[in-house]
């Protein structure tokens, strides 16, 4: 086996980030920090996930009890996309079954004017340390994802003031007070890039842009409305020399555009076979997904099946890396994870496509 130059990476997912050649295809899944594990919900009986947030040790516990029971290739932090809103002091709670609730909605300039450039080893140490720990913890060959939230996935908290189906509110201002919207998300990709730029500072390895709610856009409101401060974040974060991995759901008529806003890769939601999304995006582009999270509560014979059919439509291409199409549902089977683990571990692709063109 040839060793690998040391100005290339070692690690799998950073590999195939970086769209080189792996042995086999890295995998990871979002959400696998808590939710599913025994141990993590042993926790939960006694903090809050906030709780949790503000205590390193805790955080970083948590984001490495996955790791120790699977062969993953990364650990994502654990945490909320919400968090740098808390560091610069919004009142939110996360309410369980619900999610983020702010107390006071922000919806014109002064509300926008209460946000607060964050400085992230002031206002979240926890959270910074927590990544410190982690990176610490892991053989230098598994990756340590920093996330964070999209500015439009922000915005859209902040302005309805907890979850929505239609995000009437949001749309409301972002069409009809174009002025308070381009203020808010100003403020917000400033924010997203400095808690991200900490995260990096202390050891993540690679990170991820979480844009939840952008496929409740049509194409000209992303291109108009959200495209512009998407592309400042990611702007925002080349100099790290790091993956920058852009992830959205329901966003397939999205992606002609998303793949040209600065990220390395581009997460990908079930929606889409993985094979035609990735045509969308460009093969000079690594892409990660996107087995749909629902599967995993199939039997396992199924479970395996739809995880090839994924490896398949790759077709062991460089640049893939195995993950779900969301984040974990909260009582997904640990031995369907394990299937799955079981699969990417040891299938051959069915099919390779013909070589891309350099």
Not at 50 to 65: F, K, N, R
Not at 101 to 126: H, K, M, N, Q, S
Not at 228 to 251: E, I, K, M, S, Y
């Amino acid at each position: 086996m040839t060793a690998t130059p040391a100005s290339e990476p070692s690690g799998l997912f950073l590999r195939a980030a970086r769209r080189l050649p792996v042995e086999r295809t890295p995998l990871w899944f979002m959400r696998q920090a808590g939710r599913t594990l025994p141990e993590y919900r042993k926790l939960r009986e006694r903090w809050t996930l906030l709780e949790m947030c503000a205590e390193p040790s805790l955080c970083a516990e948590v984001t490495l009890q996955p790791m120790r029971r699977l062969p993953l290739d990364a650990a994502v932090m654990f945490g909320d996309i919400m968090l740098p809103l808390v560091g610069v002091g919004i009142d939110l709670d996360i309410v369980e079954g619900v999610g983020p609730v702010i107390a006071t909605p922000i919806r014109d300039l002064a509300g926008v004017a209460r946000l607060r450039d964050l400085d992230a080893e002031a206002d979240l140490p926890a959270a910074i340390e927590a990544v410190r720990l982690v990176r610490a913890a892991l053989e230098p060959t598994r990756a340590v994802l920093g996330f964070a939230g999209a500015p439009f996935t922000l915005a859209a908290y902040l302005v309805e003031g907890k979850p929505t189906r239609d995000f009437a509110k949001t749309k409301a201002l972002m069409l009809g007070a174009p002025d308070v919207w381009a203020a808010l998300m100003e403020r917000l990709s400033v924010i997203v890039v400095q808690f991200l730029r900490a995260n990096a500072a202390a050891g993540a390895d690679a990170l991820q842009l979480f844009d939840s709610w952008v496929g409740a856009l049509s194409v000209t409101d992303y291109d108009r409305h959200v495209r512009p401060w998407t592309q400042r974040v990611f702007a925002g974060l080349q100099d790290l020399n790091v993956p920058l991995v852009h992830f959205g759901t329901g966003c397939p008529h999205l992606l002609p555009l998303m793949k040209d806003d600065g990220a390395s890769v581009m997460g990908l939601d079930w929606r889409l076979p993985l094979d035609e999304a990735w045509a969308l995006v460009g093969h000079d582009m690594g892409v990660q997904g996107n087995l749909d999270p629902a599967a995993l509560s199939a039997p396992p014979d199924v479970v395996a099946a739809a995880a090839r059919e994924v490896l398949d439509r790759a077709g062991g291409r460089p640049g893939h890396v195995f993950n779900l199409g969301h984040g974990m549902l909260p009582h997904t089977p640990l031995a369907s994870i394990e299937r799955v683990v079981e699969v990417v571990h040891t299938y051959t692709p069915a099919h390779r496509p013909a070589p891309v063109p350099a």
